[in-house]
């Protein structure tokens, strides 16, 4: 017997090294391209610059980032007047400058106003894009196709199934790694059971084919196209060219490893679980066994656990390496690979993801184990480290949260912000769920005290001893009996508590699924960080001066914004007043005046003026201010589409107060 164990654990230990060398392998992969970089390229120059006029075209338009970033065939896109593409369909990088885009322009090219349109996927793996017009020799009408206008969000229904893949990834990670987790540091004979191995392998087949899915979805994704393209296997090699794609395919070698894993856990644990009742502890003497033989019981129950010590201790190393390993596919090409402090950020990031797959899954293992007799010590075992967990949760948490935001104004400013707020009340949720869950299992552990597992002894009655003529069998029998029946008692008294625990436990899963959701969209949306900075931006570089534009008669809209930097300073409240003309298609005057409470003109220290086109993810399109005297500026405003635009105003009245005001506005309609 003792040859066999040895020879089982040398087994274990084998497959163990060899899951270590796959996973050294996956971490390097993913974390060899992680690089400080601003998180969300940003847009800060271009050649030609926005909304200029230049005297000849130019041979080619440049685009310079904040940032390193992919491009693909139809990154960069140049419309003339008509709508028609002046480019030749062949984007590259400047002299390989990753910060750069460059393509050149047919020659020939008349005068009139040529919208670019570009599009590129930004280091952590985030698709941006936008849109900015120039003119050569003057400005004029443009009727732009809006199918041609590439800006930084997916078609429709891939945006939905891309999503939706990312989110499925996620449960599936927490489901596998956080079931695993609870098998082997709370419940070992949990592995034996159907619906803990039917937990264990839903996670790594979800796991496996969302990751498939999100694979064949990323280049649709990145270039605005639809679900068709989903099978197109050049795509799919582009992908894998992109961080994300080494990330992908670093994330379905580790699944591989992965089955070796739980096929090693269940079948050593599984098979080493023993079938046993719970009786309550007797003293020596009322069960029938003298000092001398309950110690050498003892003695044996140990020499027989300590097999399954050694596989646990292995296994929980491998899984451990494993986990990070594949929370690792995910960090190294997000938010966390990207920015300030990346060094400190990635851990960070691997340990938040980590402490949320062992609550998580942790919670569906529970309530799977509530059906199947899980233990009241293993219940209380869980809840305090998942207590431990969700302290790993809301420092790590709070840490992310000041990275990606950069401010509190972010917060309700921002998508990252709000979205931020929405999944911080989940969790909160989760936690006051949490704490009945806990009230519940002190019900438990009152109504199991005194309960153990031991082997079930052998029926016999005390009346057939009796019978038999053996009166001290009898009355030992008697005395286990009595046992017995009392444990059973404690049990059914513990059923309301187990139920109950069992009701808050399902609760917590269900809203922990929507904290997932919400995670997958934060992680979809630029930080809160980035998003100020590009809706600061000065007009992206662009220096020259705008383009005239003729007053029409009797077609001038005038648009009112109040605004309220926060400041003391007299110029910090106001009104905002910007006049249009001739508020359609093409070049529109525009003039910007600001006045105080009292109507007088006011000087503040920097204005911009910008016009969005939402429906059609155009823009910001900035215009060039020109002083014309205190508290007024006047500019052109160069507008390709008709639709609702965005008029936005930002207006900084000191060093650190700034307000940005939008309104509405109907052009060509």
């Given at each position: 017997m003792t040859v066999a164990r040895r020879s089982g654990g040398g087994r274990t230990r084998r497959g163990v090294g060899a899951l270590l060398a796959v996973l050294v392998a996956a971490v390097a992969l993913v974390f060899g391209g992680a690089s400080v970089a601003s998180a969300h390229a940003t847009l800060e120059s271009t050649d030609p610059t926005q909304n200029s006029v230049?005297?000849?075209?130019?041979?080619?338009?440049?685009?310079?980032?904040?940032?390193?970033?992919?491009?693909?065939?139809?990154?960069?896109?140049?419309?003339?007047?008509?709508?028609?593409?002046?480019?030749?369909?062949?984007?590259?990088?400047?002299?390989?400058?990753?910060?750069?885009?460059?393509?050149?322009?047919?020659?020939?090219?008349?005068?009139?106003?040529?919208?670019?349109?570009?599009?590129?996927?930004?280091?952590?793996?985030?698709?941006?894009?936008?849109?900015?017009?120039?003119?050569?020799?003057?400005?004029?009408?443009?009727?732009?196709?809006?199918?041609?206008?590439?800006?930084?969000?997916?078609?429709?229904?891939?945006?939905?199934?891309?999503?939706?893949?990312?989110?499925?990834?996620?449960?599936?990670?927490?489901?596998l790694v956080g079931a695993a987790a609870f098998v082997l540091a709370i419940w070992p004979s949990g592995a034996a059971q159907r619906g803990v191995q039917r937990l264990l392998m839903t996670g790594w087949v979800a796991l496996l084919l969302s990751t498939v899915a999100v694979l064949m979805l990323r280049g649709p994704y990145e270039r605005g196209t639809g679900l068709g393209q989903a099978l197109d296997l050049s795509l799919v090699r582009a992908t894998l060219d992109e961080r994300i794609g080494t990330a992908l395919a670093a994330r379905l070698l580790l699944l591989a490893a992965a089955g070796v894993f739980l096929s090693l856990l269940v079948g050593q644990l599984g098979l080493q679980a023993k079938p046993a009742v719970p009786t309550a502890p007797a003293p020596a003497e009322e069960s029938g066994l003298d000092a001398e033989e309950a110690e050498l019981r003892r003695l044996e129950q140990r020499a027989a656990e300590r097999p399954q010590h050694d596989t646990r201790l292995g296994l929980g190393l491998a899984g451990l390496a494993l986990a990070i390993a594949l929370a690792a596919t995910w960090v190294g090409a997000d938010h966390s690979s990207v920015g300030i402090q990346v060094a400190l950020a990635l851990p960070l990031a691997a340990l938040h993801l980590l402490a949320m797959a062992f609550w998580l899954g942790g919670l569906a293992t529970l309530a799977v184990g509530l059906r199947h007799g899980l233990p009241a010590a293993a219940v209380s075992r869980f809840s305090r480290l998942a207590f431990w967990a969700v302290v790993v949760l809301v420092v790590t948490g709070v840490y992310q949260s000041w990275r990606g935001l950069g401010s509190w104004s972010a917060l309700v400013d921002t998508e990252y912000g709000r979205l931020l707020l929405i999944k911080t009340g989940c969790v909160a949720g989760m936690v006051g769920v949490a704490w009945i869950s806990r009230a519940w299992t002190a019900r438990l552990r009152v109504a199991d005290e005194g309960l153990t597992v031991v082997p079930a002894p052998q029926s016999q009655e005390p009346a057939a001893a009796a019978e038999a003529g053996d009166p001290l069998r009898a009355a030992q029998l008697a005395r286990q009996q009595a046992v017995r029946e009392r444990a059973r008692e404690q049990v059914a008294e513990g059923a309301p508590a187990r139920a109950g625990l069992r009701r808050s436990v399902l609760v917590e899963t269900a809203v922990a699924v929507l904290v997932l959701v919400v995670t997958t969209m934060l992680t979809n949306s630029p930080p809160g960080r980035v998003a100020q900075a590009v809706a600061a931006q000065p007009g992206g570089g662009a220096t020259a001066p705008a383009a005239g534009a003729s007053v029409v008669p009797g077609r001038t809209q005038e648009l009112k914004l109040p605004y309220d930097t926060g400041g003391r300073t007299p110029n910090a409240k106001?009104?905002?007043?910007?006049?249009?003309?001739?508020?359609?298609?093409?070049?529109?005057?525009?003039?910007?005046?600001?006045?105080?409470?009292?109507?007088?003109?006011?000087?503040?220290?920097?204005?911009?003026?910008?016009?969005?086109?939402?429906?059609?993810?155009?823009?910001?399109?900035?215009?060039?201010?020109?002083?014309?005297?205190?508290?007024?500026?006047?500019?052109?405003?160069?507008?390709?589409?008709?639709?609702?635009?965005?008029?936005?105003?930002?207006?900084?009245?000191?060093d650190i107060d700034q307000v940005t005001v939008t309104q509405q506005l109907k052009v060509g309609q």
């Open positions: 230049v005297a000849t075209a130019p041979a080619a338009v440049t685009l310079t980032f904040s940032e390193g970033v992919s491009l693909s065939a139809d990154s960069v896109r140049v419309l003339d007047p008509q709508g028609k593409a002046v480019d030749d369909g062949n984007p590259g990088h400047v002299d390989g400058k990753a910060a750069t885009a460059r393509v050149a322009l047919r020659q020939g090219l008349g005068n009139g106003t040529y919208t670019v349109a570009w599009r590129a996927v930004s280091e952590d793996s985030h698709p941006v894009g936008g849109a900015f017009t120039f003119s050569i020799g003057a400005p004029s009408d443009t009727s732009v196709n809006a199918s041609a206008v590439q800006g930084g969000k997916a078609e429709p229904a891939v945006g939905f199934a891309y999503g939706l893949s990312r989110t499925v990834a996620y449960c599936a990670f927490a489901l106001g009104t905002a007043t910007v006049t249009v003309n001739p508020v359609g298609t093409g070049p529109n005057a525009v003039t910007l005046k600001l006045a105080d409470a009292t109507g007088q003109p006011v000087e503040v220290p920097e204005v911009q003026l910008a016009f969005t086109l939402p429906d059609r993810d155009l823009g910001p399109l900035p215009v060039t201010l020109k002083p014309e005297g205190t508290g007024s500026w006047s500019g052109t405003a160069q507008l390709p589409l008709a639709g609702v635009w965005v008029v936005s105003v930002t207006v900084r009245s000191s």
